[in-house]
């Protein structure tokens, strides 16, 4: 009980006091961003920076309702948490507006909350109280299959929000698996499929299947430098090429060279998959399978690039590869973003004297854009600060997150610092235009009530949790 009794000495201050620091400088900058002579008053409740004290003034209050619940409860009841999620996400589909192209609202009185950010601290206690229980296993496929079902469920669903954007962060928890054991050979697939992806859209089929048949070739000298076998596996794969081309070549050019390519490649890579399962060679093996399952996937991209994604999507994509170039189009948001940014210089324009934000230059710049106006008022110098404070947050997160004494809190911290470095890197990579705009906000620092209660929810459990971490809660497996 006395452990209990003195849980206010127990808090970890130095993260509370970055949460504090890092809203009040958000604060300060929605004010910057629409800023109006007319209305002064930084508490003037009738604009933005006003409704946004309210906002702060409730997550100040939903932080201390979390912190005097015993840390019991969040264990309890993780999958109750999560169930109403989903079932909010559901909800959302049925009945919501369409704002903005997506359906991600619910409208309650006056109130408009977005039950994608709420989601994310949900999902992160349902992880952590599955991957904390007995029969938990990195190694069982179906624990494997029931991480992914609790990860990419929501994801799914806010998918089909059409909120893109909100899904794409439910992937950082990918990397709260490899901290608790998942193979490196996932992130090795996770990332051959993202340079495939990228290559795929700024290289011709033709040349990137040719690519890709070298690189086989080269892996199958790596790995297996036996000269005798590199030669049959040559000859397996190239001659079908080979044939393709001049069967091509005596039928007049009757076919595209990249479905020839194509044809000829595939088939010499299943004759040398067969053979290297005669040979019992596992590593030809392998590279076999990866080679076909590569040269099928960039096929896939097109499709799916040109169909699944949005319009808007794919344009702002297209300008971030450099496919297209548009600065009064789809280029606009982010050429405008660098130029407020680089016209900030190393000490900025100074507060309240950013002319690019003051005339409506950079769109959204109190949400998705509020980093923009920090580069033009507060310069190299205050984003150095605002980064520098951010790191030092995530940093401490992983520390706290390390000193836990139970599996759900350990899980629970890094997948909070999951959550907010992935937000802190796509929103800030946005801005500067060296990540699509998929619009997520900058934590504690773009204007919304949702995705302010939600981290601060998301930051605080945790911070429950680490005042806790000496007291025998019940936990289903202590470290």
Known sequence: MAQRNNIWANIDWITVGLYLLLVLMGWLNIYAAVYDAGHQSIFDISQRYGKQLIWIGAALLIALVIMVIETNFYVFFSYIFYGAMILLLLLVLVVAKEINGARSWLSIGGLRLQPSEFAKFATALALARYMSTFDFSMKNIKSLFMLALVIFLPAALIVLQNDTGSALVYFSFVLVLFREGLSGLFLFLGTLIAVLFVLALIMANFTLILVLLIAALVMFLVLNPKISQFVRVSFFLLVPVALAVLVNLMLGNKFEWADIILAGSLLGAVITLVYAIRARIRNYIIIAVFFMGAVLFTLSVDYGFNNLLEPHQQVR????????????????????????????????????????????????????????????????????????????????????????????????????????????????????????????????????????????????????????????FRDSRNV
């Not at 998301?458 to 025998?472: K, P, T, V, W, Y």
């Open 317 to 472: 994509i297209n300008e971030l590869l450099g496919i297209e170039s548009n600065p009064y189009g789809a280029g606009y948001h982010v050429n405008q973003s660098k130029i407020a940014i680089g016209s900030g210089g190393m000490w900025g324009k100074g507060y309240l004297n950013g002319t690019q934000t003051k005339f409506n230059f950079v769109p959204e710049q109190d949400t998705d854009f509020i980093f923009c106006t920090v580069g033009e008022e507060w310069g190299f110098a205050g984003t150095f600060v605002v980064i520098g404070l951010f790191l030092a947050l995530f940093i401490r997160l992983v520390w706290l997150a390390e000193r836990q004494r139970s599996v759900f809190s350990r899980i629970y911290g890094y997948s909070v610092a999951v959550i907010l470095f992935f937000h802190f890197a796509v929103n800030i990579g946005m801005t500067i235009g060296i990540m699509p705009v998929i619009g997520i906000p900058l934590p504690f620092f773009s204007y919304g009530g949702s995705s302010l209660w939600s981290f601060t929810i998301l930051l605080f459990i945790f911070i429950r949790l680490d005042a806790s971490r000496m007291e025998n």
